[in-house]
Nanobody, 115 residues
Framework: QVQLVESGGGLVQAGGSLRLSCAAS????????MGWYRQGPGKQRELVAR???????TYADPVKGRFAISRDGAKNTVYLQMNSLKPEDTAVYYCFADTGGRVYWGQGTQVTVSS
């Protein structure tokens, strides 16, 4: 089992920044790729960014150049630095950890960007 605890969401004005954190515990050694999805009001859940154990990174087109994902192996934590936030970034952001056999999810953290 893997447990994921997210933090860092909140309310910010357009153009502002937020940093999300996701700390993993449990069977840490089984974790491969980690990352973030989001689900906006009335929308399907979509990938935001992911990072492999080797450091390979993928970003969704809407966040390229504005968001940065990073991973601290010593702290078993993945981060999402979000800059130049837009109202359309408003969503619940979910951290995930892929162990190869199963994907674990965090509880979600709300990000609201006001115009």
């Amino acid at each position: 089992q893997v447990q994921l605890v997210e933090s860092g969401g909140g309310l910010v004005q357009a153009g502002g920044s937020l940093r999300l954190s996701c700390a993993a515990s449990g069977r840490i050694a089984s974790i491969g790729t980690m990352g973030w999805y989001r689900q906006g009001p009335g929308k399907q859940r979509e990938l935001v960014a992911r990072i492999t154990t080797g450091g390979s990174i993928t970003y969704a087109d809407p966040v390229k150049g504005r968001f940065a994902i990073s991973r601290d192996g010593a702290k078993n934590t993945v981060y999402l630095q979000m800059n130049s936030l837009k109202p359309e970034d408003t969503a619940v952001y979910y951290c995930f950890a892929d162990t190869g056999g199963r994907v674990y999810w965090g509880q979600g953290t709300q990000v609201t960007v006001s115009s």
